[in-house]
């Protein structure tokens, strides 16, 4: 079992503006995550909404994906899916989590923004290697995590630099970077 896994949070989360908001859940987000979840072997995908009617949007789409029509069509995007958990709170992530694996993960918050006390993604590969404590890895939608969450957390990333002061990728860009830094396997080609 891997003791990785990721939670995208839609709520809480910050607008533009700084005010706390819940995003809404998109097609491409649960799609392209959970691909590159699977493809990076890790153990689950939470979605994290509060909102009612975004759960039921996304457990429709992962639905037509795993017992609709999309099941028998595409195979490896039902396999992808099949990692997709939706909760409605952080805390039913890390409830579902602790269930599953018999402990409790240690939190590790993401984002843009330069923060103190931060840790490396080859210092997190390194102790992901040696520690088979799950980890969850949160990732904020919008405008990023909240101050709240990033309190909870247990370990901070530092950001993904890119080439100059520019920093504002796609949520699911950042996820799959991030994957790949922690999880690829540079080793083995072909």
Not at 80 to 85: C, E, G, M
Not at 114 to 128: F, N, Q, S, V, Y
Request: with cysteine; glycine share 8%.
């Amino acid at each position: 079992m891997s003791s990785l896994s990721i939670a995208l949070i839609h709520h809480p989360v910050y607008d533009k503006n700084r005010q706390v908001v819940a995003t809404a859940v998109t097609n491409l987000d649960l799609h392209d995550i959970a691909r590159a979840a699977r493809t990076y072997g890790l153990f689950r995908y939470y979605v994290v909404t509060p909102v009612k009617e975004q759960q039921a949007l996304a457990n429709r789409i992962v639905g037509h994906w795993q017992e609709g029509w999309g099941a028998g069509y595409n195979p490896k995007r039902k396999e992808a899916l099949s990692l997709v958990r939706v909760v409605p709170s952080l805390d039913e992530a890390v409830a579902d989590l602790s269930r599953e694996t018999g402990v409790k993960p240690l939190l590790v918050a993401t984002g843009a923004a330069e923060r103190t006390d931060t840790i490396g993604c080859p210092d997190l590969a390194a102790r992901l290697a040696r520690d088979e404590r799950p980890h969850l890895l949160l990732f904020g939608t919008g405008w990023g995590l909240t101050e709240e969450v990033f309190a909870r957390a247990d370990m901070v990333l530092e950001p993904i630099r890119g080439y100059d002061t520019y920093n504002h990728l796609s949520v699911r860009a950042a996820a799959a970077i991030i994957m790949d830094r922690l999880r690829g396997d540079r080793g083995r080609q072909g």
